[in-house]
């Protein structure tokens, strides 16, 4: 039998939508508890340096309501690393990060970034804090990764997502299954996101070597249809299905 794939809920942008009124409401916090009744395995956030929809109390808020996991998506500065040791979660996630995006464009390019990297994982890691790259399914960066002594990658699924014609498509997959296989011969957890929807995850979640799948923005945009537990549910069951023996 197939091993059960992990789904872990980005509760960003429910803070997204609190911030376009600057209102209370609604609460990541009670996204995040709602997801985990839903069949969550793990609540992610990504604390980012203009705060521009999770912010500092959020996060301290999370990391005493979340019962699965919390993991933190954090750019590599020392700021972020101060605050991510400073708040224990159990996963950290290095991204890139450029205040004009509208969300987080392409993987971390480690490969140019080893020394840097490799002292933050060695702070992270000694506060107990296991850590993961977003990176590219870029062998180079599969490579930096285990040389920077990251624990886990996230596979940058964005590419994939975006691919209309067949062949891209496939092309994309291919890359994917390809990268998943090195990073697991590596020593790494191979975990993946972006992107992803109820639509397209099926191919990335069969592929044996995934651990984990972060998804955000599409289960919040259904949540607010169907109700954050019943959009976790939806996904949950997409997820299982992909995993069934053929």
Same mark, same amino acid.
């Given at each position: 039998m197939r091993r =059960?794939?992990?789904?872990?809920?980005?509760?960003?942008?429910?803070?997204?939508l609190r911030q376009a009124r600057r209102a209370a409401y609604p609460?990541?916090?009670?996204?995040? =508890?709602?997801?985990?009744?839903?069949?969550?395995d793990g609540i992610t956030i990504h604390l980012r340096e203009d705060r521009r929809h999770i912010n500092d109390r959020d996060a301290e808020r999370l990391r005493h309501a979340v019962n699965s996991k919390l993991n933190l998506e954090m750019a590599a500065t020392a700021e972020m690393r101060a605050k991510a040791v400073a708040l224990r979660p159990d996963d950290a996630c290095i991204v890139p990060e450029r205040r004009e995006e509208l969300t987080t464009e392409g993987g971390l390019d480690a490969a140019s970034q080893r020394p840097a990297l490799q002292g933050l994982v060695a702070a992270l890691r000694g506060a107990g804090i296991r850590v993961s790259f977003f990176i590219d399914p870029d062998p180079r960066q599969i490579e930096a990764a285990a040389e920077s002594g990251a624990t886990a990658v996230e596979l940058h699924t964005g590419t994939y997502a975006e691919a209309h014609d067949p062949y891209r498509l496939e092309s994309e997959l291919s890359r994917l299954r390809s990268a998943a296989r090195l990073a697991a011969a590596a020593g790494l957890q191979v975990n993946a996101g972006h992107g992803l929807r109820l639509e397209n995850v099926k191919p990335v979640a069969a592929i044996p070597e995934i651990v984990e799948l972060n998804i955000g923005h599409s289960i919040v945009a259904r949540a607010v249809l169907v109700g954050m537990e019943g959009a976790v549910r939806e996904m949950r069951a997409a997820l299982d299905q992909a995993r069934q023996p053929a």
């Amino acid at each position: 039998m197939r091993r =059960r794939i992990l789904l872990g809920v980005n509760v960003d942008h429910v803070a997204t939508l609190r911030q376009a009124r600057r209102a209370a409401y609604p609460d990541p916090v009670e996204a995040a =508890r709602l997801a985990e009744r839903g069949g969550a395995d793990g609540i992610t956030i990504h604390l980012r340096e203009d705060r521009r929809h999770i912010n500092d109390r959020d996060a301290e808020r999370l990391r005493h309501a979340v019962n699965s996991k919390l993991n933190l998506e954090m750019a590599a500065t020392a700021e972020m690393r101060a605050k991510a040791v400073a708040l224990r979660p159990d996963d950290a996630c290095i991204v890139p990060e450029r205040r004009e995006e509208l969300t987080t464009e392409g993987g971390l390019d480690a490969a140019s970034q080893r020394p840097a990297l490799q002292g933050l994982v060695a702070a992270l890691r000694g506060a107990g804090i296991r850590v993961s790259f977003f990176i590219d399914p870029d062998p180079r960066q599969i490579e930096a990764a285990a040389e920077s002594g990251a624990t886990a990658v996230e596979l940058h699924t964005g590419t994939y997502a975006e691919a209309h014609d067949p062949y891209r498509l496939e092309s994309e997959l291919s890359r994917l299954r390809s990268a998943a296989r090195l990073a697991a011969a590596a020593g790494l957890q191979v975990n993946a996101g972006h992107g992803l929807r109820l639509e397209n995850v099926k191919p990335v979640a069969a592929i044996p070597e995934i651990v984990e799948l972060n998804i955000g923005h599409s289960i919040v945009a259904r949540a607010v249809l169907v109700g954050m537990e019943g959009a976790v549910r939806e996904m949950r069951a997409a997820l299982d299905q992909a995993r069934q023996p053929a």
